[in-house]
Structures are given as structure tokens and as C-alpha cells.
DNA sequence: CGTACTGTTGAATGGGTTCAAAGGGTGTGG
DNA sequence: CCACACCCTTTGAACCCATTCAACAGTACG
């Protein structure tokens, strides 16, 4: 087992090039050369325990960071003081892509789990991506894509009520574990009730209500953080307003 | 005054050169051969007339559209059906980075009065960028400052009241228009109270009062679609919630 | 083992929505 | 050029969903 690894104990460090997470951080099709470069300028596992933040609004932006293991939320703060929840962020996305227009941070991040990132250091990776035309095209493919997903986050605090916005949380979650190789339809959240109701643009008090709402309808199943989709069918439903209430997990 | 023109009528055509909007849509400092690459790729002045659709969501993505004259709004539609206004765009601002991710568009792109555009088609920029640094730079920037408007207006979804997000929303247009050259406090709205409710995540009903109250504070005036900002200071003290009211008008 | 935090649930309140009606402006066709 | 129709806007009144305030239970952590 033992005769993979080359030289000293230093390169226990892990490679992009046999990374799990590889084809989430980075394009498909890289040859071994592009490999070597992009392993020699990402640093992999900074470590953070529980409540550390990664970055803070404000701070100079130097890097992305990729979640390799644990969960990480971001948050924005009005001048005021309110905070939004922008997102959560697990294995395989990326972090600090609102840095980039200012070289500020935008957010912050903070891990809400003991957590590992992989750093990726942005005018390294700009000049990476002139020499690797897949790779700038991922760049931009990974800002569009966050661009997309905001946009649906608008729609729904624009337009859904509370157990809608539940529900298509629920379901969001459950096709990001699932596509990761976790059970759909049976896990444990990372944030609280709280965190939950900060980014869904609802109070703390009305998220527990519309969780336990579900539970009595028989849709879902809760105990504290561990959440089942019982009918995940009739969940999405609520969210699409369709009337078919069939149990396709997808 | 003709001297200036080349060759045949056909090179009336504006070029990005000579464009008043130059520096919102590229990044500066380009030397004259890199301009004359971008000016043979850059489609100008496609028009539409109030009511047109520039693209709609789920057309191929094939290219950026850049404001030049006139004013648009985009939106995205849920599966049943609800619609979101996602963002409204002005002279020199880019529409269509969402499409980028899926190679299809996300969103509805219409003109709310009769528009120009420029066109950029998505794969030759990518080329350009690879050549230009700058270039590339400069879009990573722009999708980057996308982001963050979207954040912002999550931020404004999620957390504030009716009448902290209609002022918001007229001190962000007050702010754009100024950045053009306009008049700051006096402009006339080019959608109508139902585009703004749906942008703000409220009904035209809620947006038509809100005004009415804000006017009989003596904030502002509105004559139908005629805004005139009497108070800005105050308007910002509402959204930033501090108590200073001093009528600084940025 | 106690203290503090997180989550649940109830009751009252309130901001925004819904339903409804009427006024004003705009554009088109006669 | 005028008349009519249609749409946009305003305003009122009743309603409702989410919030607020409050009390209590369960859990985590020192």
C-alpha cells in the first residue's frame, strides 16, 4: 500500500490529482502536466474547528477556498447590523468568488462543523487559467453557476411562503447530499434553526412551527437536527405548486 | 466632421473605441491593437422596441448583451409559474452571465423601453481573454460584482420592511443614474409599480402606498412615474437604521 | 450538576396581502 | 382630432401569515 506515496512524509499533503473532489473543484480532462501545476500552487487543508471563520467581510481577498471536508455557512451584514445567511457551503464548492471584484471579501465565512478547505490562490489561478483554456472556462462556468443559484435564492425569498421555502430547503440539501453519495432522504443538519431562518428570510420561531407543520402532515420526519423525507414527493410539490403529488426523490 | 468617418457607410457603425460606455463594459488601459480585436468581435447595436424580449430563459446561450441605450429588466419564472423580477440594467451594463453555467440562458431579458445593445459573443471572449490578461480580469470582476449585488439583494429580501426596501431601491437607481451623469434626485422610473414589487419581493399595492407614505413624509415627490428624491439623507438613514438624517445625497 | 444555549409551542400583535372600487393616463382606431 | 378602451395607479377595508413576546423543555458543555 505504502509504495504510492513518494518522498518524505511531507507529501502525505493530498493532491488535487487524486482527489475525491476533483471533478467538483476542477474541469474534467486536465493531462498530467496541468495536473502537476494547478497541485503545485493549491494549498491543500487548512483545518478549522467549529465557529473559526475562514475570512471575514472586509479583509483583503487573496484567496478562494474549496470545502474539502465539514460545512461552512457565509454571511453578509447590512451597515446596521443585520446579518443574512447568503448560503451553505459543503464538500466540493467554492468560497470567495464575491471577493473577487473588489479584492475585498465580501462575506464571511465560518465553518460550522470541524472543517477542511483546500486554498486556492486567485492571481495564481487567473494566470493558470490564460495557459489552461478548460480551466478559465470552469472559472467562469463555477461564477455563473453561483450567479444562477442566487438568483433562485431570490425567487424564493421574493415570492414563497414560509412552508414553501422549507420545503424547497429540504429538498435543496437532500439532492446536494445525495449527489455527494449520502442518503437523500435521512440526515443531520449543520446549522440551527436560526441560521436556517436567516437565510430563508424567516424568524427562528417559524421555522421550528413549519418544521413541525410538515412532521403532522407526515411528509417529513424531525428530531432536533436529524431530518427524514418521508414523501419527498409531496414536498416537491409544494415547491413547484404542481399537483402531482408522486414520490420522486429527484 | 465627416473626415473622422472610414471607408463605406457600413463603418458608422460605432466601434468600442470611440464608446462613451467603454469603461463600464471593458477594462481600461487596452492598447489600439487589443481594441481592434475586441471591436471586430463585439457586435454593436442590435435594437429592440419596449416590450421585446432580448433572450428568454432556456434559449441557447451564445452571447453577453451589453446595455447601450435604454433600460431592461430580467427575470426568472418558478415551475408553477410565479415570476421574479431578478435585476434592472442600464447603459453599459452586461446581461446573460447566468447563462454561461448551462449554456442556456436563466432568465427572461426584456426591454422596458426602446433599447440598443451590443453583442458579445460568449466564445470569441473567451479566446480574447485568454490573450488579453486584462480582459480577462476584467470579466472574472464583473461576474464577481454580480455576486454581490445578488447578495445585497438577498440581504434586502431577507431582512427588511417595506419601506426600508423601496428606499433602497430608490437610492441604488439615484446612485447608477449619477454614476451616468444624471441627475441624481429627479428621474423617471422606466418600469412600473407591479416590476418594482415583484423585484422587491412585494405587492404593487404595498409599493404604491410605501411611495404615497414616503412622499407625505415629505421625502420624496411622485408625480406617476416622476420621482424627485427631497430628502435622500433621510432615505439613507432609513436603510442603513441609523439615526443620523443629514442630507448627504450619496 | 448546574448553567446557558437551542428548540418548541402558545397567544397576541401587526405589516403586508387580498379584495374591491374608482380615478387618471395613454394609445389606438374611427 | 376625438372617443373609447385598456392599463396603471391609488386608496380603503378586511383578512391572514409571520412576527413578537413569553414560558418551558431538552441538550450541550463546563
Redesign the interface.
Same mark, same amino acid.
Request: charged fraction near 20%; proline fraction near 2%; include cysteine.
Given at each position: 500500500m505504502a509504495d504510492t506515496i513518494h518522498f518524505s512524509p511531507a507529501s502525505l499533503k493530498v493532491s488535487c490529482s487524486n482527489c475525491s473532489l476533483r471533478e467538483l473543484c476542477l474541469p474534467l480532462g486536465l493531462n498530467p502536466d496541468e495536473m502537476a501545476q494547478l497541485d503545485a500552487v493549491i494549498r491543500q487543508s487548512r483545518k478549522l474547528k467549529r465557529g473559526d471563520h475562514l475570512f471575514r467581510s472586509g479583509e483583503g481577498f487573496k484567496s478562494l477556498f474549496a470545502v474539502r471536508t465539514g460545512f461552512f455557512k457565509t454571511t453578509?451584514a447590512?451597515?446596521?447590523?443585520?446579518e443574512?445567511v447568503?448560503g451553505f457551503h459543503m464538500s466540493g464548492e467554492l468560497m470567495g468568488?464575491?471577493?473577487?471584484?473588489?479584492n475585498l471579501h465580501?462575506?464571511d465565512a465560518i465553518a460550522l462543523e470541524d472543517s477542511e478547505v483546500c486554498e486556492l490562490p486567485f492571481t495564481r489561478m487567473?494566470e493558470l /487559467? #490564460?495557459d489552461i483554456?478548460s480551466l %478559465?472556462?470552469h472559472?467562469?462556468? !463555477?461564477? /455563473? #453557476?453561483?450567479?444562477?443559484r442566487? %438568483?433562485?435564492?431570490?425567487?424564493l !425569498?421574493?415570492?414563497m411562503k414560509a412552508e414553501e421555502r422549507i420545503a424547497a430547503f429540504l429538498l435543496n440539501l437532500s439532492q446536494r447530499l445525495a449527489s455527494r453519495g449520502f442518503a437523500a432522504n435521512d440526515f443531520i443538519l449543520r446549522m440551527s434553526r436560526e441560521e436556517i431562518g436567516?437565510?430563508?428570510?424567516l424568524k427562528l420561531e417559524t421555522v421550528s412551527r413549519t418544521l413541525s407543520k410538515l412532521q403532522q402532515q407526515g411528509w417529513i420526519k424531525v428530531d432536533h437536527k436529524h431530518i427524514q423525507l418521508v414523501q419527498p414527493g409531496e414536498l416537491k410539490a409544494l415547491?413547484?405548486?404542481?399537483a402531482n403529488a408522486n414520490t420522486n426523490p429527484m
Open positions: 453578509v447590512s451597515q446596521d447590523g443585520r443574512q447568503t468568488l464575491d471577493g473577487i471584484s473588489a465580501g462575506c487567473e /487559467s #490564460r483554456p %478559465q472556462r472559472f467562469y462556468r !463555477l461564477m /455563473s #453557476r453561483e450567479i444562477v442566487d %438568483q433562485n435564492v431570490m425567487l !425569498l421574493g415570492n436567516s437565510f430563508l428570510g415547491v413547484t405548486g404542481c
